[in-house]
């Protein structure tokens, strides 16, 4: 879990929506998009985040109306941010810290990435089957990839 950040979004697509947008246009794009959340950007600035969980919780649970509801009223405003040099290490200790699912990757001020925890499994499966295989090649004498 030593690896940068920037080596699992490297390459990614992030896929963004404006505070503007209904909820049911949020909806609709995290299921056409396939995404559990979604950066809200406005003016190229990085303005919250909206994931299912604010769906469920602010309009389903809440009864209220999806089609009048924009993003700004349900989103997480000024999300806790990463930036792209720190370590997959670090991103894990701030989503288990403070009970998120994904968290939205910086470079300097500009949105590059969003992190998910289900990045960080398999970065951290891969890394593990990687431990494994040079450990079976030092017992075994096997070539190591």
Same mark, same amino acid.
């Given at each position: 879990?030593?690896? $940068? #950040?920037?080596?699992? #979004? @490297?390459?990614?697509?992030?896929? @963004? #929506?404006?505070?503007?947008?209904?909820?049911?246009?949020?909806?609709?794009?995290?299921?056409?998009? %396939?995404?559990?959340?979604?950066?809200?950007? /406005?003016?190229?600035?990085?303005k919250g985040i909206l994931s299912e969980r604010d769906?469920?919780?602010? #309009?389903?649970? &809440?009864?209220?109306?999806?089609?009048?509801?924009?993003?700004?009223?349900?989103m997480t405003a000024n999300p806790v941010t990463m930036? @792209?040099?720190?370590?997959?290490? /670090? &991103?894990?200790?701030?989503?288990?810290?403070?009970?998120?699912?994904?968290? $939205?990757?910086?470079?300097?001020?500009? =949105?590059?990435?969003?992190?998910?925890?289900?990045?960080?499994? &398999? &970065?951290?499966?891969?890394?593990?089957?990687? %431990?494994?295989?040079?450990?079976?090649? =030092?017992?075994?004498?096997? $070539?190591?990839?």
């Amino acid at each position: 879990m030593t690896q $940068p #950040i920037s080596a699992v #979004i @490297t390459g990614r697509q992030l896929y @963004t #929506i404006s505070s503007d947008a209904s909820a049911r246009e949020a909806a609709q794009y995290l299921e056409g998009k %396939d995404v559990g959340a979604v950066a809200v950007v /406005d003016d190229g600035a990085l303005k919250g985040i909206l994931s299912e969980r604010d769906l469920v919780q602010r #309009i389903i649970a &809440a009864g209220a109306d999806p089609n009048t509801v924009t993003v700004a009223q349900i989103m997480t405003a000024n999300p806790v941010t990463m930036q @792209t040099s720190k370590t997959l290490a /670090d &991103a894990l200790e701030v989503l288990r810290g403070r009970k998120f699912r994904h968290l $939205p990757v910086m470079e300097g001020d500009t =949105l590059v990435g969003m992190l998910s925890v289900r990045d960080l499994y &398999a &970065a951290m499966k891969s890394e593990l089957e990687d %431990d494994l295989h040079e450990r079976e090649a =030092l017992i075994f004498g096997l $070539p190591q990839l």
